[in-house]
C-alpha cells in the first residue's frame, strides 16, 4: 500500500491498485454513471451532448464509458462514437461488427502463419553418425 495524490481531487489517500482516484471520487464518479445510465435509459433518443449536458458529466467521460461497453447507446450515430477501424457509428466498443470479424479473422491468421517446426533430428542420429564417420 502507498500513499498518493488522488488524480481527480489532489487529496492523499491509500492507494491499492486501479486508478490513482480515492474512494470518495470513485464513488463520485460510479454515482454519475448510473446517473447518465438512467438518464440515457429515459431518454434513449438524446445525443451524447445532450446527456452530458443534463447529467453535467463530460462528454468525453460518455464517451470513455460507452467504449469500455459499460454503456450502450440505443442507436449508433454519427456525433455518438465510430469505429476506430472504418469510421461507421456504433453503439458500444471500439469497432463495428464488419471489423470485430475482421480483427477476429486476422487474429486467427496470425495464430496460423507460423510454420509448423520441423521436427528436429534426434541427437542420438548425430552421433551415431559421427562414430560412424570417426570409424572410417
Ligand atoms: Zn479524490
Ligand atoms: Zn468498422
Redesign the pocket.
Known amino acids: 500500500m502507498e500513499v498518493t495524490n488522488?488524480k481527480?481531487?489532489g487529496?492523499l489517500f491509500n492507494y491499492v491498485s486501479g486508478q490513482r482516484?480515492?474512494d470518495?471520487?470513485k464513488q463520485k464518479a460510479e454515482e454519475k454513471f448510473q446517473e447518465v445510465k438512467q438518464y440515457l435509459e429515459k431518454n434513449p433518443h438524446d445525443s451524447i451532448d445532450a446527456v452530458a449536458k443534463e447529467t453535467d458529466v463530460q462528454v468525453k467521460q460518455i464517451k470513455a464509458w460507452i467504449r469500455e461497453e459499460r454503456l450502450i447507446l440505443s442507436y449508433p450515430s454519427a456525433d455518438g462514437i465510430v469505429c476506430e477501424k472504418c469510421g461507421k457509428p456504433i453503439c458500444s466498443g471500439k469497432l463495428c461488427e464488419a471489423c470485430k470479424k475482421d480483427m477476429a479473422n486476422s487474429l486467427a491468421d496470425a495464430f496460423r502463419k507460423p510454420e509448423e517446426p520441423k521436427p528436429e533430428k534426434p541427437k542420438k542420429d548425430n552421433k551415431n553418425r559421427m562414430r560412424f564417420l570417426d570409424h572410417k
Open positions: 488522488c481527480n481531487c487529496r482516484i480515492c470518495a471520487c
